[in-house]
């Protein structure tokens, strides 16, 4: 099977702007969660999705949104960048059924301007 | 609020000889734990992860201990080879699942000749 797959790879913004992210899961999987890594905090939940509704939210501003489509393939979208939002972003899926083990993707490195 | 602790922060260990990390958690509710290994510029792969009700897991040359009671598990690379050098994070979650992991904030170890 092919892996959690991330799009794009590298990203490069300035203050102000927004900027959609994309995470296409392991085939089968229905649950994609996301995850900030910075090296000041670390890896942090933003939030997951499962059959197109969120289920569980980290402690992250309003401007930080998902969605989750039909065929599990997940956006997320952060509104008016600010410079402390550079960061990788790593996208994760799984199969809830079993014990739901979180396979991530290589991620998504956002440098905000 | 740290909910979980990893130490040491860096580890150097030589070739052949065992690397120990350690994580300790708060919330008495979490009942998966599982280690992470994420090298440079990919996204963190799962190594091996425990539940509760049991005192210790081994895969290959991969030891998870686990202490209730003490609130602490920790993580055990035996015959430790450079292509271990890696950061490690260790994760806690509840609910019976994967989902909304807390991470550990990573041990850079380095395994040399």
């Known amino acids: 099977k092919a892996g959690v797959t991330q799009t794009p790879r590298y990203l490069i913004k300035t203050r102000g702007q927004q900027v959609t992210l994309s995470c296409s899961p392991i085939?089968?999987?229905?649950?994609v969660s996301w995850y900030q890594q910075t090296p000041g905090q670390g890896l942090q939940f933003l939030f997951e999705y499962f059959s197109e509704t969120q289920r569980n939210k980290g402690n992250f501003p309003g401007r930080f949104s998902g969605r989750q489509f039909s065929n599990s393939r997940s956006e997320m979208n952060v509104s008016t960048l600010e410079l402390g939002d550079s960061a990788l972003y790593l996208c994760a899926s799984s199969d809830p059924g079993g014990y739901n083990e979180q396979f991530f993707g290589p991620g998504t490195r956002l440098t905000v301007l | 609020q740290q909910q979980v602790k990893q130490s040491p922060q860096s580890l150097i260990v030589q070739k052949g000889g065992i690397s120990i990390i350690n994580c300790a958690y708060e919330n008495t509710a979490f009942d998966y734990f599982p280690w992470y290994q994420q090298f440079p510029g990919k996204g963190p792969a799962l190594l091996i992860a425990?539940?509760?009700?049991?005192s210790e897991k081994k895969e290959g040359r991969f030891t998870i201990s686990f202490n209730k009671s003490a609130k602490q598990f920790s993580l055990h690379i035996m015959d430790s080879q450079p292509g271990d050098s890696a950061t490690y994070f260790c994760?806690?979650?509840?609910?019976?699942?994967?989902?909304?992991?807390?991470f550990g904030t990573g041990t850079r170890l380095q395994v040399t000749l």
């Open positions: 085939s089968g999987h229905r649950s």
């Open positions: 425990i539940r509760p009700d049991v």
């Open positions: 994760a806690a979650s509840k609910g019976g699942t994967a989902s909304k992991l807390t």
